[in-house]
Each structure stands twice: as structure tokens, then as C-alpha cells.
């Protein structure tokens, strides 16, 4: 049997299409209408992905987000009419993993869930090459999945940890956008290069001292970005 995955939208339609289309493919699904029921069902079931909707009663889809993720990093992929920037930035920001406007395809959804708990098996896997990255005041282990920035532990999420150990690992390799987005979000990934902006920006902003003017992160024009490991 597959992963058990919690769809939560107040759209008794929706809730009825993604249900199916995810039970023909063997996964175990369980639905919610409302915020508040969300976080109950999450924390009785614990399931292994959430399919999220914003605009939800009770409470909203960011305010459940950022509760459910606040206890675990269950991965999350929000469900939303509102396609603006600003919503994107701040579900990104808050641990969303992947992000799909309304209307969507069933077909893509599908292939969204796919991707994205596949890359969470592949990161609770450490490198065995190579577990720890330290590089001036900023400190990347692979094994424990954590940041320190001048002696510091930060928040990353788990899509922001991955890029950044993506980046530094393999420095002083330039990366184009393309590529980043086929490796961390799989060559089947619908989104747009924003979604990559996004997680750039907010991972220069919690590991860089001016974000503007990066040490680490930095953007090769007309090419991508590098990690720029200076000396160890």
C-alpha cells in the first residue's frame, strides 16, 4: 500500500476528483473541508503528503501550513486559486514544497505528488561521500539535515536545505536554472523559473549577512547561480 496522503479543500467537487484520481493509483486518501479538521486529521494520522487549498474556513491554508509544519516537516503541496507572487512567496516560505493553481490538471497533480515524495525519500538519504560542508562562518551538515551562520542554527525548509546542499556540494560548478529545477524539483516539474527566484532569495536571505550583495549564493547573468566556497 502506498503513502497515506490528507487532500483538505471545501470544494466537495475537488475533494471528489483528486480522490480518485490518487485511490487508482493505490494511495490511501483521507479529505478534510476546513482548516481546523485539517490539523486534527494530521496530527491522528500522520499522513505522509498534504494536498492543501487556501481559501479554507475556519482557518486558513497558510495558518494550517505553518502549524503543521511548526511540529513536522511533512511535505506540502498547496492547492490554490490565487496564483499571485506574494501567495506563492509566502507558501514557499513557510515549507510549502510545491505550489499548482486552479484549474489544474488531475494528470499533473498526480505527477506533482509523485515527484515530491519521491525527493523526500531521496533526501532522508545522507551523502556518503561527504556529510558536512563548512565554509567561512557557514556550516551545512548533510547527515543531520542543519545550517549554522556564525555559530548560529537557521530555519531552512526542506526545499531550501536541498538547494543550498545542491549548490554548495557542487561548487564551483555553475548551475543554469534549468537544471536546478530538473534536479530538485524532477524533470516532470510544471512550474516556472519563479518558483527557483523564490527559493533563492529566501535561502541568501537566512545564510548571507547582506542578501543583496551574497558571499555564497551567487548569480553567474545570463547563465544560473554557484556557490562560491572562498576558503574552507
Keep these: 500500500m502506498k503513502e497515506e496522503i490528507l487532500v483538505v479543500d471545501d470544494d466537495p467537487?475537488?475533494?471528489?476528483?483528486?480522490?480518485h484520481s490518487l485511490r487508482r493509483e493505490e494511495y490511501q486518501v483521507f479529505t478534510a473541508a476546513d482548516?481546523?479538521?485539517a490539523i486534527m486529521l494530521e496530527e491522528k494520522l500522520r499522513p505522509g503528503l498534504i494536498i492543501l487549498d487556501l481559501m479554507l474556513p475556519k482557518l486558513d491554508g497558510f495558518e494550517v501550513c505553518r502549524r503543521i509544519k511548526a511540529l513536522r516537516?511533512?511535505?506540502v503541496i498547496i492547492l490554490s486559486a490565487r496564483g499571485e507572487e506574494l501567495d506563492k512567496v509566502v507558501g514557499f516560505t513557510l515549507g510549502a514544497d510545491d505550489y499548482l493553481t486552479k484549474p489544474f490538471s488531475p494528470t499533473e497533480l498526480l505527477m506533482r505528488?509523485?515527484?515530491?515524495l519521491r525527493r523526500c525519500k531521496q533526501s532522508a538519504v545522507p551523502d556518503s561521500l561527504q556529510e558536512t560542508i563548512s565554509c567561512r562562518d557557514l556550516v551545512i551538515n548533510a547527515r543531520t539535515r542543519t545550517v549554522q551562520v556564525r555559530g548560529k542554527e537557521v530555519d531552512l525548509t526542506a526545499k531550501e536545505f536541498d538547494l543550498l546542499w545542491h549548490l554548495a556540494k557542487g561548487s564551483p560548478q555553475v548551475f543554469t536554472r534549468q537544471q536546478?529545477?530538473?534536479?530538485l524539483?524532477?524533470?516532470d516539474f510544471y512550474g516556472d523559473e519563479n518558483t527557483l527566484t523564490v527559493h533563492i532569495r529566501r535561502v541568501?536571505?537566512?545564510?548571507e549577512e547582506d542578501s543583496n550583495n551574497?558571499?555564497?549564493?551567487?548569480?553567474?547573468?545570463?547563465?544560473?547561480?554557484?556557490?562560491?566556497?572562498?576558503?574552507r
Design 180 to 183: 536546478l529545477l530538473e534536479s
Design 13 to 19: 467537487k475537488i475533494l471528489k476528483v483528486i480522490e
Design 35 to 37: 482548516g481546523e479538521q
Design 185 to 187: 524539483w524532477e524533470p
Design 214 to 231: 551574497p558571499n555564497f549564493i551567487k548569480t553567474v547573468w545570463g547563465v544560473g547561480y554557484k556557490f562560491d566556497l572562498g576558503h
Design 204 to 207: 541568501r536571505e537566512k545564510i
Design 73 to 75: 516537516d511533512i511535505p
Design 113 to 116: 505528488v509523485k515527484a515530491v
